[in-house]
């Protein structure tokens, strides 16, 4: 059995504008923006808002305007967006919208606890981030977790914010197709799905741990498992590292004693999800 993006369940984001560059899509006759706007009226109801793109004379009579979802903003210039985006931009697009805010750990419980009692056969994946503090880092480890199948990344409360532009733009997007959940303690989480989740810490200079090389296929709980990663100077935090069930390290040579959180991230979750029991 395999993993695959289930994004029936996951709540859809909110639009409320899309910013973007001058282009011949937004000019006569293509008219996008109203082509748009009959797509979205023709699909069944769209989201109420307080202004609307009026339909033109030259139309068809049977478009009738109706509130639109979202605006369309278009600069006059590449300079202009770059300007307000903080970056060069060169393609692409500018969005804005809002952040679900109904992802607690209630609903982490509960999301977790249907992924353990559904009759699939493949593991409980989840990846949780221990005081995770570049947003370029969360984000690509967000992307990391959606390739392998990580079925939620859990973040510790002083993580940094996953909805941060700059790791919303690293994820590739891929932070709205897996939850990300912020708890308020990640000890006592952990603890709390002790034995439901075997979790293992990323650790870089340990005598008492696993070697991930020396792990055989079929050894990692078919059960479920977490793969904790923490902060890129310090590691994982005491009280985390005492509440997970293993402690796990990638064998490097001698002279590297350490990996980038990313890149370690990406070897563990992979390592894990290969090594699953039947």
């Given at each position: ?9 996951l ?16 000019e006569e ?7 748009v ?10 989201l109420s808002?307080?202004?609307?793109i ?6 068809d ?9 979202f ?16 970056f ?11 952040v ?21 056969s ?42 941060y ?5 690293v994820?590739?997007?891929?932070v ?14 952990l ?10 810490a ?14 055989r296929?079929?050894?990692?709980p078919s ?7 923490g ?21 490097m ?5 350490s ?14 999800a ?5």
């Open positions: 059995a395999s993993h695959h993006l289930d994004c029936n369940n709540e859809k984001i909110e639009l409320k504008s899309i910013f973007v560059k001058p282009s011949v899509l937004f006759p293509v008219k996008l923006v109203s082509e706007n009959q797509a979205l009226l023709s699909s069944g109801p769209v808002r307080d202004q609307s009026p339909t033109t004379s030259n139309e009579d049977n478009c009738v305007a109706a509130p639109s979802p605006h369309v903003l278009v600069a006059q210039s590449e300079a202009v967006l770059s300007k307000v985006a903080g060069p931009i060169s393609r692409g697009a500018l969005a804005c919208g809002v679900p805010n109904d992802r607690t750990e209630q609903w982490l419980d509960e999301h977790l606890s249907r992924k353990l009692q559904s009759s699939s493949v593991s409980l994946r989840v990846l949780a981030l221990d005081g995770i503090c570049d947003t370029a880092n969360l984000g690509s480890m967000v992307r990391t977790a959606s390739a392998f199948g990580v079925d939620a990344v859990i973040l510790s409360k002083d993580c940094c914010d996953a909805w532009r700059r790791a919303i733009r994820s590739m997007g891929h709205f197709l897996i939850p990300v959940v912020r708890v308020e303690n990640l000890a006592a989480f603890g709390k799905w002790r034995h439901s989740l075997t979790s293992y990323a650790v870089v200079q340990s005598e008492d741990c696993l070697v991930l090389d020396q792990i296929s079929g050894d990692i059960k479920g498992w977490c793969c904790v990663m902060n890129e100077g310090n590691g994982i935090s005491d009280d985390v590292l005492k509440n997970c069930t293993k402690k796990l390290k990638i064998r040579i001698d002279g590297v004693d990996l980038s959180v990313p890149i370690a991230c990406g070897i563990l979750l992979h390592g894990l290969e090594r699953e029991g039947n």
